[in-house]
């Protein structure tokens, strides 16, 4: 919803914005290019000012001072009007009063695009479309940053969301301001607001007599320039008539034969409001605060740049699926949960095959799931991936919220297809939680709950069978998975590990792909990762991706993993017989749940085998020098010592505070949870005082140090499942 009220003011109001913020943005230097050329005389009284100013011309009608300091009069030769900017010095005219052309087509183009009032409410629209881009984005970017408190928190992503939401965030104060007070004004131009004196003068006239002197009348003797607005001359053939003089408190006018006070009236309350609305919008009499306001307004041609590429890339990614029908026609509506976009191909592939069966298919992301649209369905199919601990891909956020406060379950049935990869430990276990909600709700279920493990086709067509049946259709579901779109990336160095103790391993490391600026504009290029971050490998073969963990970040201008060979493995097979040179192809896959963190909280890493990889990644990326313990377990120091000169280097650097070793095939055996234990009274030190523990390796490791750690954290009454919830023991393991 928030989206969509950023999205279609920005799109529709794109040219208006860009022409109101240039313009603005010019406007903004006048101000502050009058005040610094105009002759200040805030020492002066009006008395003598208007002395001075009446010597030199005796005719003088009315003295303006500008909120910059410029004086001008106003005057009458030979019947033809004059006015000219005088030096308070010497009352004399030094310069024409008329603003100068271009400022005055400028203003005129800002606030009516140069069409009277029709251009004004034009205007008026573009200022209301700014607001309401103002106040989403603000919504969109406290959102994205995980709270208000976060809000200057470091950006990830494609750089034109970056260069968007930076820039909002310093300039969406300025932008706020700027269109609720061009808001205001217009409203005021209108007469949609009061802006009356709040005790209206009545008719004031003089006592009879003319000629005192003005350098003589106290009242103007009593007034500094620096307060004056203007100061009205009367006509002296006309004794009723009497001199008005409007300073920054309010209005009074004097008897031009006494210069005694005959009357005084305050400014309103509005007035007031509407004059300082007026100066934060102009700037004038705040001519910095204007020319921040301009430098904020000059964003917003790169936002509208940035933010329609955005919405450009993100149309293009859409996925196509030919026939889709309308939410409201279609008897059967296909809900997909994906991040990297597989599920998607694999939703294609059953839409095809159930509109090729006489159906109508609706097919969605779960994040839209909207129960009361879909009035013709008879069934939900929901297709869904597992991210991380339990979590619901980007395309499913909020779908479980929705699911458990429906009002009642609808009368169409579900199935649900969980997708996911065995290696991990909560395999399939979001698309398991939607069905037992589901089920909990009291949802009819259409087929039993199942899962497909690495997009296998098999398991997907197995499913499909029994969906068929379940509908009394034959549904063949021969499903071709999609090559991801991948880079290729050239071998540049390898290290060989563990042939001795069975454990052949390698560190392999590819040069960082160059992409084009486009591309990473629109986050196309090949992206920007740190340690712990997934790297998609395509062997020759296959369209299925493995992943490995990296064990480098962007910053080190390298892309390295650690592989170890597995009998039999296709992508590993493939690895080993890399020589430098030859290249592979990859994509980038974000893995936030395990990253090191910017913070200065202490790390306990513990990991076995390949698992050090992106434990390394974090040490050699420690450049602050935050507390780093390393629990490493290998088979043999003299064979599968991975990373062990760097370690011994780190060390010496500060990077790493101390590494223990544990070696299960050394001549006393010992797991990495043996060396943690004979760590523990440290450890448990390091946990009392906010350390975050970080576990990589086989599942098998990852049990244990489990184990070891709850043993090591009873005594101060703490638990591993404790530290999981508050996000300080996290695990990758395969
Ligand atoms: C960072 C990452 C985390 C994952 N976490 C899990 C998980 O916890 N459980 C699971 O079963 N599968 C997990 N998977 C595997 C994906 O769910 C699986 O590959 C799925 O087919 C991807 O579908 P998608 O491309 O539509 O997002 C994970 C994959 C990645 C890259």
Redesign the pocket.
């Known amino acids: 919803m928030i989206r969509l009220a950023h999205r279609w003011p920005g799109l529709v109001a794109g040219l208006l914005l860009l022409v109101l913020s240039l313009s603005g943005a010019l406007l903004s230097i006048f101000p502050i290019v009058e005040r610094l050329s105009s002759v200040q005389a805030d020492a002066l009284s009006t008395a003598e000012l208007a002395e001075r100013i009446q010597a030199v011309h005796p005719e003088v009608e009315q003295i303006r001072r500008r909120p910059s300091g410029r004086i001008s009069a106003y005057w009458s030769e030979n019947g033809v009007p004059r006015a000219a900017v005088i030096d308070p010095a010497t009352g004399r005219e030094i310069a024409s009063a008329d603003p100068n052309p271009f400022e005055r087509w400028l203003t005129r183009l800002h606030r009516s695009l140069l069409f009277g009032d029709a251009g004004r409410m034009v205007m008026a629209a573009g200022a209301a479309a700014m607001l309401v881009l103002a106040v989403s984005g603000t919504a969109l970017i406290a959102r994205r940053a995980g709270g208000w408190r976060r809000w200057f928190s470091p950006l990830r992503g494609p750089l034109a969301t970056r260069l968007h939401v930076e820039l909002a965030r310093i300039a969406v104060g300025g932008l706020l301001l700027s269109s609720a007070t061009a808001l205001w004004m217009t409203a005021l131009t209108f007469d949609l607001l009061p802006d009356g004196p709040s005790s209206r003068l009545t008719e004031v006239e003089g006592g009879g007599r003319t000629g005192m002197p003005v350098a003589g009348m106290d009242v103007l003797k009593r007034t500094p320039v620096s307060q004056l607005r203007s100061l009205s001359f009367p006509d002296p053939a006309d004794a009723t008539d009497v001199f008005t003089l409007k300073t920054d408190r309010g209005t009074s006018h004097l008897d031009q034969g006494t210069g005694v006070l005959l009357a005084w009236s305050d400014p309103s309350a509005w007035q007031r409001v509407s004059e300082t609305i007026d100066m934060l919008h102009t700037g004038r009499g705040a001519a910095a605060l204007g020319l921040v306001l301009g430098f904020m307004a000059l964003s917003v041609p790169v936002m509208a740049g940035t933010g329609f590429v955005l919405w450009f890339a993100g149309w293009r990614a859409r996925p196509r699926i030919r026939g889709n029908v309308a939410a409201g026609r279609a008897e059967t509506v296909l809900l997909v949960g994906?991040?990297?976009?597989?599920?998607?191909g694999f939703a294609a592939t059953l839409h095809t095959a159930l509109s090729a069966a006489g159906q109508t298919v609706h097919a969605a992301p779960m994040s839209s799931f909207e129960p009361a649209r879909y009035r013709q369905a008879r069934r939900i199919l929901i297709l869904s991936?597992?991210?991380?601990?339990?979590a619901a891909?980007a395309s499913a956020r909020g779908f479980l919220d929705r699911l458990k406060f429906l009002p009642a379950a609808p009368s169409a049935a579900l199935a649900v297809l969980?997708?996911?990869?065995?290696s991990?430990?909560?395999?399939?276990?979001f698309a398991q939680a939607v069905a037992d909600v589901a089920e909990a709700e009291g949802w009819h279920m259409l087929v039993p709950f199942r899962t497909?493990n690495?997009?296998s086709p098999q398991d997907f067509a197995c499913w499909g069978q029994s969906l068929g049946a379940a509908m009394g259709l034959e549904l063949e579901l021969a499903h071709q998975p999609v090559r991801p779109a991948a880079f290729p990336l050239t071998l540049v160095s390898r290290r060989d590990y563990g042939a001795e103790v069975q454990a052949p391993t390698i560190i392999l490391r590819f040069a960082l792909p160059k992409s084009p600026f486009w591309l990473r504009l629109t986050g196309r290029g090949f992206g920007r990762f740190v340690a712990g971050d997934?790297l998609g490998v395509l062997p020759d073969s296959s369209a299925v991706p493995r992943?490995y963990s990296l064990a480098s970040g962007e910053r080190d201008g390298f892309i390295e993993i650690v592989v170890r060979k597995h009998p039999a493995g296709l992508c590993s097979g493939q690895l080993f017989e890399l020589r430098p040179g030859d290249a592979i192809n990859a994509f980038l896959?974000r893995?936030p749940g395990f990253h090191a963190g910017r913070d200065a909280a202490p790390l306990i890493l513990v990991g076995a085998g390949t698992g050090i990889g992106p434990l390394a990644g974090f040490i050699r990326a420690n450049a602050r020098r935050r507390p780093i313990r390393l629990f490493f377990g290998m088979r043999h120091p003299d064979s599968d010592f991975l990373y062990g000169e760097e370690l011994e280097g780190w060390r010496r650097n500060g990077q790493l505070q101390r590494f223990d070793t544990a070696c299960s095939r050394a001549r006393q055996p010992r797991y990495v949870q043996d060396a943690l234990r004979g760590e523990s009274a440290e450890v448990a030190r390091m946990v009392r005082e906010g350390a975050r523990v970080m576990v990589c390796g086989g599942r098998d490791m990852a049990a244990g140090v489990s184990a070891a750690l709850a043993d090591i954290l009873a005594p101060i009454g703490l638990t591993p499942a404790l530290l999981r919830a508050e996000g300080r023991y996290v695990e990758d393991v395969f």
């Open positions: 994906s991040e990297g976009g597989s599920t998607w991936a597992t991210y991380g601990d339990s891909p969980g997708f996911g990869d065995r991990f430990p909560g395999y399939c276990a497909v690495r997009q997934l992943f896959r893995n």
